[in-house]
């Protein structure tokens, strides 16, 4: 069974860092292109980044450019989001997904940045 | 404001037929695949249809996409109260260079 399983939301201060993990299990991880969408509470869908198979092409949407670095360890079945200089608005559930048609969805986890 | 258009809100009865419908533009959807995703409530989305039409395995053929020009709809016949969901269209934008989200259309089956 295919598994994608996001970890590493919380709490954080306006002008703080996170990092979020997804781990993928029962696919060869390898092959996708993977991607990070959130979803603030009680609104839509936003895409935030993707990133090739290998690295070596990744997109962001503008709003969190220079502030969020999107990366893989295809050792590891795993993806990264490295995210700085958080804002109020930033809070959401971030899921990660895999897949050209972003095919399997993980759970969430949930960002939250108050003072 | 997002990129793609949709209707808030669809409404029907069990066993009717709905479609929702999702408006872009040539650097979207007239040029790129639609996919279209069904977030029940309390969950993570869910891949209903890819390619603009295809149906990923476990999908049941009551839904149906189709697209003309740089406008899309997902189609759901023999409507079911299960079906009451969030539905979300979304495909790549050449001009921004990523991925765009309709609003999501918001379904109640009466």
């Known amino acids: 069974e295919v598994q994608l399983v996001e970890s590493g939301g919380g709490l954080v201060q306006p002008g703080g860092s996170l990092r979020l993990s997804c781990e993928a299990s029962?696919?060869?991880?390898?092959?996708?292109?993977m991607t990070w969408v959130r979803q603030a509470p009680g609104k839509g869908l936003e895409w935030v980044a993707n990133?090739?198979?290998?690295?070596?092409?990744?997109y962001y949407v503008d709003s969190v450019k220079g502030r969020f670095t999107i990366s893989r360890d295809n050792a590891q079945n795993s993806l990264y989001l490295q995210m700085n200089s958080l804002r109020a608005e930033d809070t959401a559930v971030y899921y990660c997904s895999s897949g050209d048609a972003m095919d399997i969805w993980g759970r969430g986890t949930t960002v939250t940045v108050s003072s | 404001q997002s990129v793609l258009t949709q209707p808030p809100s669809a409404s029907g009865t069990p066993g009717q037929r709905v479609t929702i419908s999702c408006s872009g533009g040539?650097?979207?959807?007239?040029?790129?695949?639609v996919s279209w995703y069904q977030q029940l409530p309390g969950t993570a989305p869910k891949l209903l249809i890819y390619n603009n039409n295809q149906r990923p395995s476990g999908v049941p053929d009551r839904f149906s996409g189709s697209k003309s020009g740089t406008s899309a709809s997902l189609a759901i016949s023999g409507l079911q109260s299960e079906d009451e969901a969030d539905y979300y269209c979304a495909t790549w934008d050449r001009s921004l260079d990523g991925w765009v989200f309709g609003g999501g259309t918001k379904l109640t089956v009466l």
């Open positions: 990133i090739k198979q290998d690295g070596s092409e990744k």
């Open positions: 029962g696919l060869i991880f390898s092959n996708y292109w």
């Open positions: 040539s650097s979207n959807i007239g040029r790129k695949a």
